[in-house]
Nanobody
Framework: QLQLVESGGGLVQPGGSLRLSCTAS????????IGWFRQAPGKEREGISC????????NYADSVKVRFTISRDNAKNTVYLQMNSLEPEDTASYYC????????????????????WGQGTQVTVSS
């Protein structure tokens, strides 16, 4: 069974940075597109970024564009989300997800294609 584990969350002040990691065990990620999602209390889950299986194409929600960067290292079976200039509005539980790679040059920021999900890691941005 494919297992995804997120790490790197925590408490950070506004303007600070965090790097989240998503590591797979039991399977290799090189056949999968990867998405990062977040969900804050009382709000719907938001797809904030995704990356194609080779890492050649990425996509970002407007709310995190420029500030966040997704990357992957297939040799390490790991995907990263670098988060800079964090704001209180970024406070949420962050999840990574893996799904079959259908397109070489496109990835999805909607939940439907993703069938494996991590347990989530909490990010809190507060002064």
């Amino acid at each position: 069974q494919l297992q995804l584990v997120e790490s790197g969350g925590g408490l950070v002040q506004p303007g600070g940075s965090l790097r989240l990691s998503c590591t797979a065990s039991g399977f290799s990620l090189d056949d999968y597109q990867i998405g990062w999602f977040r969900q804050a209390p009382g709000k719907e889950r938001e797809g904030i970024s995704c990356i194609t299986k080779s890492g050649g194409h990425t996509n970002y929600a407007d709310s995190v564009k420029v500030r966040f960067t997704i990357s992957r290292d297939n040799a390490k079976n790991t995907v990263y989300l670098q988060m800079n200039s964090l704001e209180p509005e970024d406070t949420a539980s962050y999840y990574c997800a893996a799904g079959p790679a259908v397109f070489r040059t496109m990835c999805a920021r909607v939940s439907a294609p993703y069938n494996y999900w991590g347990q989530g890691t909490q990010v809190t941005v507060s002064s």
